[in-house]
């Protein structure tokens, strides 16, 4: 068990992604990516911020995470389960499990007021075709529920 699960509010995007088995027909449709870096530096960042809540809640053993992530940050949640799974070894975090929910874009034109969901990288309002438009969701990166086991106090 690999224990990664990636949940996600638009299915054709994160359904049945889990580490280890790849199901990458809509992402690479975006076109090919070169770089893993993106996610080994949000995973660090993830890790160092759940370490560090373990530490002020007294939790010996963290068991879950729970992440929300925009669809704009264009994160590919197999390079995010699988650079997680790297900077947790040797941690208070080392058997934890990342789940990771996926936050749908939303975006506001500032012509027209028109609300849609942008389609990356076109961000162009459908209703009135600008280019000035206002990012209301998709780019968050919240840490948003972490499970562990406290620390035994005493001999017990
Ligand atoms: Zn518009």
Redesign the pocket.
Known sequence: MSGCTALGATPALFAGVQCGRLKLHRLQARGPRKETMHEMSIAAAVAEQVLAVAKENNLAKVTQVRLQVGELRLIVPEALCAAWEAVREGTAAAGARLEITEVPAKAR??????EYHPEWPVFL??????A??EVLAGEELVLEEISGEAEEAGSG
Not at 109 to 114: E, S
Request: glycine share 8%; hydrophobic share 15%; with cysteine.
């Open positions: 034109c500032r012509k027209c007021g028109h309002c459908p209703a009135c075709e600008q000035s438009v």
